[in-house]
C-alpha cells in the first residue's frame, strides 16, 4: 500500500519548456489535489478533481493543465513553464465525499521543480 | 472566502521546553474541519489531528495536544517537553462543507518554522 505516490522528485526546466508531473493513489479514493508550497505561503490549492471525469480551477489555476486519467491517477502539466512556477508540488488525495470518511487528505512526497 | 493565519512564521525552543503554535482561521460556513500536519526536513507532509466545528473538546496525543475555541476561532497546537524531532514547519489547515459544495478542498496558513535545539 503505496498511498501517494509522485513522479519525479526532481526536475529543472528552462523556460518555455513543457512537463507533465504524475501522481497516482492505491487508496481508492475520489478526490485528488495539486498543491504548490512557496516559501513563506503555505500550500495553495492549484486544481482539484471531485470524482473522475472532474477537474476544476483552484486557487492558482494560471499556467497549468491537469488530467484525471482515472480514478487512481491525477496529473498535472505546465505547457511553457516559467520562473515563477519554481515551487514544490504536491499531490493529495481523500475519500470526500464520503460522509462516513474523515476527509483528511493524504499527500505524496512533492516534487521539486526548478525553472530557469 | 476561508482564510487561515498562523502569525509565527518562525519559533525557536530549547529541548524539553513548552511550545504553542497559534492558528486563526476566519469562515462564515458552521460545518468546517481543522486539521494540522507537520513537514519535517525530508520534505513530506504528516497528518497530526483533524476536529469538526461540532467538537470543541481538547485533544491530547501523548506530547501533543490541541485546543479548539469557536469563540476567538483559534484552533491552537501545543508540544510539551519539546524534542530535536519535532522540528519541522507546522501547517494549519481549514475544510468547508459548503452544502457538499467544497470537495474537501483545503486552505492552509503560511505555516510556522519550529527549531528545537539540544
Known amino acids: 500500500n503505496a498511498g501517494v505516490t509522485q513522479t519525479p522528485k526532481f526536475q529543472v526546466l528552462k523556460t518555455g519548456q513543457s512537463m507533465t508531473l504524475q501522481c497516482a493513489q492505491d487508496m481508492n479514493h475520489n478526490s485528488m489535489y495539486w498543491y504548490r508550497q512557496d516559501p513563506g505561503m503555505g500550500l495553495r490549492l492549484i486544481y482539484y478533481s471531485a470524482s473522475e471525469g472532474t477537474t476544476d480551477k483552484g486557487e492558482v489555476p494560471n499556467g497549468y493543465n491537469v488530467s484525471r486519467l482515472n480514478k487512481r491517477e491525477f496529473s498535472l502539466r505546465l505547457e511553457s513553464a516559467a520562473p515563477s512556477q519554481t515551487s514544490v508540488y504536491f499531490c493529495?488525495?481523500?475519500?470526500?465525499?464520503?460522509?462516513?470518511?474523515?476527509?483528511?487528505?493524504?499527500f505524496g512526497p512533492g516534487t521539486r521543480l526548478t525553472v530557469l | 472566502a476561508q482564510k487561515v493565519t498562523q502569525a509565527q512564521t518562525e519559533i525557536s525552543v530549547v529541548e524539553k521546553e513548552d511550545v504553542t503554535l497559534d492558528c486563526v482561521y476566519e469562515?462564515?460556513?458552521?460545518?468546517?474541519?481543522l486539521f494540522w500536519y507537520k513537514q519535517p526536513p525530508s520534505g513530506e507532509l504528516v497528518f497530526l489531528i483533524r476536529r469538526n466545528s461540532f467538537d470543541e473538546q481538547n485533544e491530547i496525543s501523548g506530547r501533543y495536544s490541541w485546543n479548539f475555541q469557536k469563540s476567538t476561532s483559534s484552533f491552537n497546537f501545543t508540544i510539551t517537553a519539546s524534542q530535536v524531532v519535532d522540528s519541522a514547519v507546522y501547517f494549519c489547515a481549514l475544510s468547508v462543507t459548503a452544502g457538499g459544495t467544497s470537495y474537501g478542498k483545503l486552505t492552509f496558513g503560511q505555516g510556522t518554522i519550529l527549531t528545537v535545539h539540544p
Open positions: 493529495a488525495s481523500s475519500d470526500w465525499p464520503l460522509t462516513s470518511g474523515h476527509n483528511e487528505q493524504f
Open positions: 469562515t462564515r460556513d458552521t460545518t468546517y474541519y
